[in-house]
């Protein structure tokens, strides 16, 4: 099934967050050392991602085009500023309240386990490849996130398990019908091309986790539609 990774990914916020719940505390030594355990198994993967490529001058092309326009747009600026509105807005209401409520612990949720190339890149890769690896990689980062989240937001962090569903398991059904419009050659110099730049992003993520250096990461989404275009202009014009 091409939505089985969307379901998994869903399904383990799901358990996160009742783990989350029935958790008191967790010492930050653990969370810590968990975090980065993830941060090393998404450069694994990223990298294993990234050699896929076979024209490995259209990955480096597409990243470079992508961060132009990413940077350009600011998708990070912008992604961080609706973040920051929204925290904002939930800290007032927590000094009030002093407490979380379920929409509170809903959008938070959403908001993290939604927004990333790891989502796009795994729902493509499932679609396409039916490789559903980079979502059961998410899901199990997801999981935990949002065990952590839930011992400050509460229970409504597990309402967003129902976006992230439907987010990813939209594009993996879109990604299916490309197949039968695009031929085999191109189909596959696009796989090759599309997971190489992907596994870069992934690979970026894992920087991130780590706190090596910080990557903006949403600002190089573009670097897939370019990819995509690069490939089918050489398919078209010099093939």
């Known amino acids: 099934m091409f939505i089985i990774g969307a379901l998994v990914n869903g399904l383990a916020i799901v358990v996160g967050t009742l783990m989350g719940k029935l958790a008191h505390r967790i010492p930050e030594k653990v969370s810590v050392t968990v975090m980065q355990v993830m941060g090393l198994s998404v450069i694994t993967l990223g990298l ?122 939209i594009i993996s059904l879109f990604a299916t019908q490309i197949n039968a419009v695009v031929p085999q050659d191109l189909m596959n110099s696009i796989i090759a091309e599309v997971t190489g730049v992907g596994g870069v992003l992934i690979l970026a993520i894992g920087i991130n986790l780590l706190e090596i250096i910080k990557i903006k990461v949403a600002n190089l989404l573009p670097s897939i539609l370019i990819a995509v275009v690069i490939v089918v202009v050489q398919h078209t014009y010099f093939l």
Do not use: C, W
């Open 48 to 169: 294993q991602m990234g050699f896929k490529s076979h024209q490995f001058l259209i990955v480096i092309l597409s990243l470079a085009i992508g961060a132009v326009i990413g940077e350009f747009i600011d998708l990070d600026e912008k992604l961080n500023l609706l973040g920051n509105m929204i925290e904002r807005k939930f800290q007032s209401q927590q000094n009030e309240k002093q407490a979380f409520s379920i929409s509170q612990g809903f959008v938070t949720g959403t908001l993290i386990f939604v927004i990333g190339a790891m989502a796009i890149v795994g729902a493509l890769d499932s679609g396409i490849r039916g490789d559903h690896s980079v979502l059961f990689t998410k899901a199990v980062m997801d999981g935990f996130i949002s065990l952590l989240l839930t011992t400050t937001l509460g229970i409504g962090v597990i309402f967003s398990a129902v976006p992230v569903f439907l987010y990813e398991g």
